[in-house]
Nanobody, 124 residues
Framework: QLQLVESGGGLVQPGGSLRLSCAASGFTLNDCAIGWFRQAPGKEREGVSCIASEGGRTNYTDSVKGRFTISRDNAKNTVYLQMNSLKPDDTGIYYC?????????????????WGQGTQVTVAS
């Protein structure tokens, strides 16, 4: 069974940090571009960050540049999203997604597999 499972969400104060994990089972993440997306209450889902399957090139939406870092550990079949200097606007459900194939760049479209999400709440 092909599955993505996110973890690491929670409640954090503004300025705090969280590290989200996206673990895959049933397939190999290093054959995929991986994206992190989020959906805030009342808003559409947006792409936050992604990492290409070839070369490790990354992409970030402007609002998280310099604060979030995406990385992958192929040995653990896991992708991470390190989130620092969190703001209340970062609140939402965070999803990881995988797009199977060899890509030198990543985009926020055409993902094949999705996790069920993990809640991130930034509040004092």
């Amino acid at each position: 069974q092909l599955q993505l499972v996110e973890s690491g969400g929670g409640l954090v104060q503004p300025g705090g940090s969280l590290r989200l994990s996206c673990a895959a089972s049933g397939f190999t993440l290093n054959d995929c571009a991986i994206g992190w997306f989020r959906q805030a209450p009342g808003k559409e889902r947006e792409g936050v960050s992604c990492i290409a399957s070839e070369g490790g090139r990354t992409n970030y939406t402007d609002s998280v540049k310099g604060r979030f870092t995406i990385s992958r550990d192929n040995a653990k079949n896991t992708v991470y999203l390190q989130m620092n200097s969190l703001k209340p606007d970062d609140t939402g459900i965070y999803y990881c997604a995988a797009r199977h194939g060899l890509f030198r760049i990543c985009v926020f479209d055409e993902y094949d597999y999705w996790g069920q999400g993990t809640q991130v709440t930034v509040a004092s």
